[in-house]
């Protein structure tokens, strides 16, 4: 059993930049990849990217370059730093864990959850 809790959301402006953790607890969380996704109002929840036991990443497409995603595995933290934030990146974002190699980009595949940080960036 692991815990997931985030936190680091909040309201910017667009051009801004957020850093966003997540800090686990329970099982071992370096034997985790762990992923952040996106829900905004309205609309199904989004892959956003994703980083393995061994720190190889993968991100969207819509926030390559804009967005990275780190662990610490002595902290037992996940972060996802947001850069040249817009107004599209609205959302509550989730971080979740996963015991599976593939396919990390699909919100089935993990099995643990945190409840969500509300990102709000204004135009």
């Known amino acids: 059993q692991v815990q997931l809790v985030e936190s680091g959301g909040g309201l910017v402006q667009a051009g801004d930049s957020l850093r966003l953790s997540c800090a686990a607890s329970g099982r071992t969380f370096s034997s985790y990849a762990m992923g952040w996704f996106r829900q905004a109002p309205g609309k199904e929840r989004e892959f956003v990217t994703y980083?393995?036991?061994?720190?190889?990443?993968y991100s969207a497409n819509s926030v390559k370059g804009r967005f990275t995603i780190s662990r610490d595995n002595a902290n037992d933290t996940v972060y996802l730093q947001m850069n040249a934030l817009k107004p599209d990146d609205t959302a509550t974002y989730y971080c979740?864990?996963?015991?599976?190699?593939?396919?990390?980009?699909?919100?089935?595949?993990?099995?643990?959850w945190g409840q969500g940080t509300q990102v709000t960036v204004s135009s």
């Open positions: 980083i393995t036991r061994t720190s190889s990443t």
């Open positions: 979740a864990a996963s015991t599976r190699i593939s396919p990390l980009f699909r919100a089935g595949s993990y099995d643990y």
